[in-house]
């Protein structure tokens, strides 16, 4: 009884897609030249759009490349100018400020 229950349904469902086939089967090949068209625009438009993307990524990485240079430089300038004006003032200061009695040495 289950066997026959279950072939019913198989049955009706295959009826059911076979008058869907031939209701709307005919109008595939209609629908399949906009839908290309559609397919056609789409790639072109997600190509354009990977372009852009691309170009405004390596403009970012070479901004950004050349800020940090900028920087790194700026920070080793720096870092100079107080290394030189430290030695500076270590050379300038007198003996007798230094506790021991023993000339400055650098620190």
Same mark, same amino acid.
């Given at each position: 009884?289950?066997?026959?229950?279950?072939?019913?349904?198989?049955?009706?469902?295959?009826?059911?897609?076979?008058?869907?086939?031939?209701?709307?089967? @005919?109008? /595939?090949? %209609?629908l399949?030249?906009? =839908?290309n #068209?559609?397919?056609d625009?789409?790639k072109?438009?997600v190509?354009? &759009?990977?372009?852009?993307?691309?170009?405004?990524?390596?403009?970012?990485?070479?901004q950004v490349?050349?800020?940090?240079?900028?920087?790194?430089?700026e920070?080793k @300038?720096? /870092?100079? %100018?107080?290394?030189?004006e =430290?030695g #500076?003032?270590?050379?300038?200061?007198?003996?007798?400020?230094?506790? &021991?009695?023993s000339?400055?040495t650098?620190?």
């Amino acid at each position: 009884m289950r066997l026959l229950f279950r072939l019913a349904i198989l049955g009706l469902a295959a009826f059911g897609a076979k008058s869907l086939y031939e209701k709307y089967g @005919s109008r /595939a090949g %209609d629908l399949q030249g906009p =839908a290309n #068209q559609f397919i056609d625009r789409a790639k072109s438009a997600v190509s354009q &759009t990977a372009q852009q993307v691309s170009g405004v990524a390596k403009d970012s990485a070479q901004q950004v490349s050349g800020a940090v240079d900028d920087m790194t430089g700026e920070i080793k @300038s720096a /870092a100079d %100018d107080a290394k030189t004006e =430290a030695g #500076q003032t270590m050379s300038d200061e007198p003996a007798s400020n230094n506790k &021991t009695g023993s000339p400055a040495t650098a620190r």
